[in-house]
């Protein structure tokens, strides 16, 4: 069994065994995250590690499985609201070297986004995934402050080929979600997001 775990020679089964705690009651129970639940702070709390700028595009890498069936992308707000919104939206990009839009939520216009809450946006439609891989999943908000979220700080790539954890595109965006996601720029902090 070490052999097939690298250098850890204890039971991976009872080193995760924490991890039930957290997850839904019933192992049928479909969801997927990209970072696990605990440890995640407010962006509020750290003004060097900005979520979301308005009018900008935060998209974040989620490991997909063939199969799966994305209807919903949740994302929790921190400490501060949404202050005036007037368009905001998630979607879903497949995994090609170029990302491409596969689905965005309907824009949610001026709907307000309380502090500590989460969105659940419902996609267009829902996406079935053909191929297992690495998906991003976009979060834009237009407004004159847009909310803080829960997640975390990553360091930004070191290794050859490493990929973002977190990463920003596009301007002045409004109602609707770019066909692709290029010209990124890393960021540090990563949002939490949850798709069912």
């Known amino acids: 069994m070490s052999e097939q775990l690298g250098g850890y020679t204890r039971n991976v089964r009872d080193y995760l065994a924490h ?6 009651t019933s192992p049928d129970t479909f969801f997927r995250r990209n970072l696990p639940r605990i440890g995640l ?6 003004t060097g590690q900005v979520a979301l700028a308005t009018g900008v595009m935060t998209s974040v890498p989620i490991h997909l499985r063939a199969g799966d069936v994305i209807t919903t992308v949740s994302v929790r707000s921190g400490a501060t609201a949404a202050g005036t919104p007037t368009n905001y939206w ?5 995994s090609s070297a170029t990302p491409a839009l596969l689905a965005q939520s309907a824009d ?4 307000a986004w309380a502090a500590n809450t989460t969105k659940s946006l419902a996609l267009s439609a829902p ?15 237009t407004a004159t402050t847009p909310p803080t979220l829960l997640g975390a700080c990553a360091a930004p790539a070191v290794v050859t080929g490493e990929r973002n954890l977190s990463q920003s595109s596009g301007s002045s965006l409004t109602a609707t979600a770019p066909a692709t996601i290029t010209s990124v720029t890393a960021k540090s ?8």
């Open 19 to 24: 991890a039930n705690a957290g997850d839904p």
């Open 41 to 46: 702070y407010d962006s509020a709390g750290d």
């Open 90 to 94: 998630v979607a879903l990009y497949d």
């Open 108 to 111: 949610q216009t001026s709907t």
């Open 127 to 141: 996406v079935t995934i053909t191929r297992s891989g690495i998906y991003w999943v976009g979060i834009m908000v």
């Open 189 to 196: 902090f990563v949002p939490y997001v949850v798709l069912t």
